[in-house]
Protein backbone atom coordinates (compact mmCIF):
# COMPACT_ATOMS: atom_id res chain seq x y z
CA UNK A 1 0.00 0.00 0.00
CA UNK A 2 2.78 2.78 1.13
CA UNK A 3 4.47 1.76 -2.22
CA UNK A 4 1.61 2.40 -4.56
CA UNK A 5 1.44 5.56 -1.88
CA UNK A 6 5.12 6.60 -2.83
CA UNK A 7 4.43 5.75 -6.87
CA UNK A 8 1.42 8.28 -7.00
CA UNK A 9 3.34 10.65 -4.75
CA UNK A 10 6.18 10.51 -7.70
CA UNK A 11 3.71 10.68 -10.24
CA UNK A 12 1.65 14.15 -9.15
CA UNK A 13 5.30 15.79 -7.90
CA UNK A 14 6.46 15.30 -11.27
CA UNK A 15 3.62 16.50 -13.27
CA UNK A 16 2.94 19.38 -10.98
CA UNK A 17 7.25 20.38 -11.51
CA UNK A 18 6.52 20.42 -15.16
CA UNK A 19 3.60 21.95 -14.88
CA UNK A 20 5.82 24.77 -13.31
CA UNK A 21 8.64 24.26 -15.45
CA UNK A 22 6.50 25.07 -18.59
CA UNK A 23 4.44 27.54 -17.12
CA UNK A 24 7.87 29.82 -16.37
CA UNK A 25 9.02 28.89 -19.58
CA UNK A 26 5.88 29.86 -21.91
CA UNK A 27 6.03 33.02 -19.56
CA UNK A 28 9.50 33.88 -20.30
CA UNK A 29 9.15 33.64 -23.99
CA UNK A 30 5.86 35.98 -23.32
CA UNK A 31 7.73 38.48 -22.47
CA UNK A 32 10.99 38.42 -24.27
CA UNK A 33 7.82 38.14 -27.19
CA UNK A 34 6.29 41.04 -26.10
CA UNK A 35 2.76 38.38 -26.13
CA UNK A 36 0.31 37.73 -23.85
CA UNK A 37 1.92 35.95 -20.12
CA UNK A 38 -0.87 34.58 -19.37
CA UNK A 39 -1.59 32.82 -22.84
CA UNK A 40 1.97 32.06 -23.46
CA UNK A 41 2.46 30.49 -19.66
CA UNK A 42 -1.11 28.68 -19.55
CA UNK A 43 -0.27 26.80 -23.22
CA UNK A 44 3.46 26.14 -22.48
CA UNK A 45 2.31 24.86 -18.94
CA UNK A 46 -0.87 22.85 -20.00
CA UNK A 47 1.32 20.82 -22.97
CA UNK A 48 3.88 20.22 -20.33
CA UNK A 49 2.07 19.06 -17.67
CA UNK A 50 0.41 16.61 -20.35
CA UNK A 51 4.09 15.56 -21.43
CA UNK A 52 4.98 15.22 -17.48
CA UNK A 53 1.97 13.01 -16.58
CA UNK A 54 2.48 10.68 -19.31
CA UNK A 55 6.08 10.01 -19.02
CA UNK A 56 6.04 9.87 -15.22
CA UNK A 57 3.13 7.37 -15.20
CA UNK A 58 5.15 5.09 -17.76
CA UNK A 59 8.12 5.54 -16.36
CA UNK A 60 7.25 4.55 -12.69
CA UNK A 61 5.14 1.93 -14.15
CA UNK A 62 8.64 0.34 -15.95
CA UNK A 63 10.25 1.34 -12.59
CA UNK A 64 7.62 -1.06 -10.43
CA UNK A 65 8.25 -3.89 -12.61
CA UNK A 66 11.90 -3.66 -12.63
CA UNK A 67 11.80 -4.04 -8.82
CA UNK A 68 9.62 -6.52 -9.25
CA UNK A 69 12.28 -8.52 -10.56
CA UNK A 70 15.08 -7.76 -8.39
CA UNK A 71 14.12 -10.79 -5.65
CA UNK A 72 14.27 -12.79 -8.39
CA UNK A 73 18.12 -12.71 -8.44
CA UNK A 74 19.04 -11.61 -4.93
CA UNK A 75 18.84 -8.27 -6.02
CA UNK A 76 18.26 -5.12 -3.89
CA UNK A 77 16.64 -1.95 -5.08
CA UNK A 78 19.64 0.20 -3.61
CA UNK A 79 22.17 -1.62 -5.78
CA UNK A 80 20.28 -1.45 -9.00
CA UNK A 81 18.88 2.02 -8.44
CA UNK A 82 20.98 4.01 -11.17
CA UNK A 83 20.08 1.14 -13.58
CA UNK A 84 16.83 0.88 -13.23
CA UNK A 85 16.23 4.56 -12.93
CA UNK A 86 18.34 5.03 -16.17
CA UNK A 87 16.09 2.58 -18.17
CA UNK A 88 12.66 3.43 -16.95
CA UNK A 89 13.08 7.23 -18.33
CA UNK A 90 15.03 6.17 -21.14
CA UNK A 91 11.92 3.66 -22.05
CA UNK A 92 9.31 6.50 -20.73
CA UNK A 93 10.82 9.09 -23.12
CA UNK A 94 11.13 6.96 -26.22
CA UNK A 95 7.46 5.82 -25.16
CA UNK A 96 6.12 8.57 -24.01
CA UNK A 97 7.71 11.19 -27.28
CA UNK A 98 6.15 8.16 -29.56
CA UNK A 99 2.74 8.52 -28.50
CA UNK A 100 2.48 12.70 -28.04
CA UNK A 101 4.22 13.02 -31.70
CA UNK A 102 1.59 10.52 -33.18
CA UNK A 103 -1.46 12.26 -31.70
CA UNK A 104 -0.21 15.65 -32.38
CA UNK A 105 1.98 15.21 -35.33
CA UNK A 106 0.58 12.24 -37.14
CA UNK A 107 2.58 9.19 -37.63
CA UNK A 108 5.32 10.85 -39.28
CA UNK A 109 6.53 12.21 -35.98
CA UNK A 110 6.63 8.75 -34.13
CA UNK A 111 10.41 7.91 -34.70
CA UNK A 112 11.25 11.49 -34.43
CA UNK A 113 9.55 11.72 -30.89
CA UNK A 114 10.72 8.77 -30.08
CA UNK A 115 14.39 9.68 -30.93
CA UNK A 116 14.29 13.40 -29.68
CA UNK A 117 12.36 12.94 -26.29
CA UNK A 118 14.00 9.31 -25.76
CA UNK A 119 17.31 10.97 -25.92
CA UNK A 120 16.61 13.98 -23.67
CA UNK A 121 14.99 11.81 -20.99
CA UNK A 122 17.81 9.45 -21.22
CA UNK A 123 20.54 12.37 -20.90
CA UNK A 124 18.48 14.22 -18.22
CA UNK A 125 18.79 11.11 -16.22
CA UNK A 126 22.49 10.75 -16.14
CA UNK A 127 23.20 13.78 -15.30
CA UNK A 128 20.45 13.69 -12.24
CA UNK A 129 21.69 10.44 -10.95
CA UNK A 130 25.11 11.71 -11.22
CA UNK A 131 24.54 14.43 -9.20
CA UNK A 132 23.05 12.59 -6.98
CA UNK A 133 25.61 10.51 -6.80
CA UNK A 134 28.46 13.01 -6.17
CA UNK A 135 26.23 14.37 -3.27
CA UNK A 136 26.23 11.27 -1.52
CA UNK A 137 29.87 10.77 -1.85
CA UNK A 138 30.35 14.11 -0.97
CA UNK A 139 28.17 13.36 2.33
CA UNK A 140 30.19 10.36 3.01
CA UNK A 141 33.53 11.84 2.86
CA UNK A 142 33.13 14.98 4.90
CA UNK A 143 32.31 12.79 7.80
CA UNK A 144 28.99 13.30 8.84
CA UNK A 145 27.81 10.11 8.50
CA UNK A 146 29.78 6.55 8.53
CA UNK A 147 28.58 4.76 5.34
CA UNK A 148 29.78 3.27 2.19
CA UNK A 149 29.32 5.46 -0.87
CA UNK A 150 27.43 2.81 -2.67
CA UNK A 151 24.37 3.60 0.25
CA UNK A 152 21.92 5.30 0.21
CA UNK A 153 21.69 7.69 3.02
CA UNK A 154 19.16 7.99 5.12
CA UNK A 155 17.74 11.47 5.86
CA UNK A 156 16.45 11.40 8.71
CA UNK A 157 20.22 10.26 10.01
CA UNK A 158 21.86 12.95 8.02
CA UNK A 159 19.50 15.69 9.30
CA UNK A 160 20.65 14.82 12.58
CA UNK A 161 23.70 14.51 12.21
CA UNK A 162 24.04 17.87 9.98
CA UNK A 163 22.40 19.22 13.33
CA UNK A 164 25.01 17.63 15.58
CA UNK A 165 27.78 19.21 13.75
CA UNK A 166 26.31 22.42 14.47
CA UNK A 167 27.92 24.74 16.86
CA UNK A 168 25.20 27.15 18.14
CA UNK A 169 27.02 30.43 19.91
CA UNK A 170 26.70 30.94 24.09
CA UNK A 171 24.58 33.91 23.60
CA UNK A 172 21.95 32.33 21.01
CA UNK A 173 18.74 32.04 22.65
CA UNK A 174 18.14 28.66 21.26
CA UNK A 175 20.16 25.92 21.96
CA UNK A 176 20.72 21.98 21.53
CA UNK A 177 19.30 20.05 24.48
CA UNK A 178 21.21 16.91 26.05
CA UNK A 179 19.96 13.81 26.41
CA UNK A 180 19.76 14.17 30.62
CA UNK A 181 17.92 17.21 29.38
CA UNK A 182 15.54 15.96 27.08
CA UNK A 183 14.60 13.24 29.21
CA UNK A 184 14.31 15.01 32.44
CA UNK A 185 11.72 17.24 30.03
CA UNK A 186 9.96 13.75 29.49
CA UNK A 187 9.70 13.15 32.32
CA UNK A 188 8.29 16.51 33.76
CA UNK A 189 5.50 16.29 31.06
CA UNK A 190 4.51 13.15 31.69
CA UNK A 191 4.42 14.40 35.65
CA UNK A 192 2.41 17.10 34.92
CA UNK A 193 -0.07 14.77 32.95
CA UNK A 194 -0.45 12.23 35.50
CA UNK A 195 -1.59 15.31 38.10
CA UNK A 196 -4.25 16.61 34.94
CA UNK A 197 -5.72 13.30 35.13
CA UNK A 198 -5.68 12.71 38.97
CA UNK A 199 -7.62 15.89 39.10
CA UNK A 200 -10.63 14.72 36.52
CA UNK A 201 -10.67 11.85 38.51
CA UNK A 202 -10.88 13.84 41.78
CA UNK A 203 -13.13 15.68 40.00
CA UNK A 204 -15.36 13.29 38.36
CA UNK A 205 -15.72 10.80 41.83
CA UNK A 206 -16.67 14.35 44.01
CA UNK A 207 -19.35 14.90 41.00
CA UNK A 208 -20.52 11.38 41.18
CA UNK A 209 -20.91 11.83 45.26
CA UNK A 210 -23.03 14.95 44.50
CA UNK A 211 -25.22 13.08 42.70
CA UNK A 212 -25.60 10.25 44.93
CA UNK A 213 -26.68 12.55 47.53
CA UNK A 214 -29.14 14.47 45.55
CA UNK A 215 -30.83 11.23 44.30
Request: charged share 5%; aromatic share 4%; net charge negative.
Given at each position: MSNKKEITQHIFT??????????????????LKNGSVKAYATSTGANCGVFGATFFIIRESF????RKQNPMYGLKDSETRDIDDLVS???AGVTTGGLLSAAFRGSKGVLPGCILFGTICTGGQLIYSAANRWRQDTIVQSGLVDLPADQDIPTKNLAKSVWDAIEIPSWSPIRKLSNDEYNALLDAKLKTLE????QIEREMKRSAQDSTKKD
Open positions: GTGLSVLAGATTGATLAVLSYQSAMDDIQ
